[in-house]
């Protein structure tokens, strides 16, 4: 099985044995992160495939030369956040994907950087030796090293059966946050459901994700800004919304970390000014 990753507009990008052999068609021409991180004004299939390419050949995405302490990609990212929270006590665990592991539940907030701060949308991935064990090297548990699945509900599940209460988990799906809901209130948990990954997401989907999320990010979807009714929000080309107290408790920690100044106001959010928006929202 190869390895699929969507990036870049959400661009579907196949990896074998290092290399990337299929590029399809990018959902998005424009985002403001890219363009202010990368240069990219224009995206297409071939600006995916050359960012995938930098990935594989800057830190070893999908390598067993895979590199998993990286420095803070964006202030506010799912993993920059989950981070702060475990360096502060306010998480016990985290259960996150990374290429070539699939699930993983780690308490090491330099690992949690590592594997999740240049992740872009997992699709499918495959079992690579070398990135499970540097995982486990760094106290990391994978789920299931001999399929590398991913499954976040079964990540929940051992992580509680791990003793751990306090637990941030990544959803990419709404069916996925509604089970991890159903796992806290059966087994007396207290997650924090992180929604990732939600462009394309139609608003059925995006409302049941926003429903059963304490935190979501915007990516490039029409419905997540439509829908949301945050407490807090950081950014506005590409914001991040904490949804709930505690998804707000875990953002506002992580401004602590921000070096540059910070500017803290109240105001009726989502603040989405249209010109820094991603062009073609889905």
């Known amino acids: 099985m190869p390895h699929v990753m969507e990036l870049l507009g959400k661009t579907r990008v196949v990896v074998k044995d290092g290399k990337v052999v299929e590029v399809g068609e990018p959902e998005v021409e424009w985002c403001p992160l890219f363009a202010k991180i990368r240069g990219i004004q224009k995206i297409t299939g071939e600006e995916a495939k050359k960012n995938m390419e930098f990935r594989i050949s800057d830190f070893g995405m999908f390598t067993d030369k895979r ?14 956040v989950m981070m702060t929270g ?15 592991a699939g699930t993983v539940i780690s308490n090491n907030p330099t690992l949690v950087q590592g594997m999740g701060g240049r992740m872009s949308g997992l699709v499918e991935t495959e079992p690579i030796d070398g990135i499970i064990n540097g995982i486990t090297e760094r106290g990391g548990i994978v789920l299931d090293p001999s399929t590398a699945v991913m499954d976040p509900v079964a990540g929940v599940k051992k992580a509680a059966e791990l003793g751990y209460k306090k637990i941030a ?13 159903e796992l806290e209130a059966e087994l007396g948990l207290d997650l924090i459901v992180i929604g990732v990954h939600v462009t394309g997401l ?16 915007s990516c490039a979807s029409k419905p997540i800004r439509d829908l949301v009714k945050p407490l807090a929000q950081v950014g506005t080309a590409v914001p991040l919304f904490a949804l709930t107290q505690k998804g707000k408790e875990l953002v506002i920690e992580r401004a602590k970390d921000i070096k540059s100044p910070i500017l803290i106001n109240t105001m009726a959010l989502p603040v989405l000014p249209e010109h820094k928006q991603p062009r073609d929202l889905k």
């Open 86 to 100: 475990l360096s502060r006590g306010l998480l016990d665990t985290t259960v996150t994907a990374c290429e070539g």
């Open 67 to 80: 590199r998993l302490e990286l420095e803070d990609f964006v202030g506010f990212g799912a993993s920059e």
């Open 169 to 181: 988990v990544t959803a990419a799906f709404a069916d996925t946050a509604k089970k991890c809901r």
């Open 202 to 217: 139609d608003r059925e989907e995006a409302q049941a994700l926003v429903e059963n999320s304490d935190i979501v990010t």
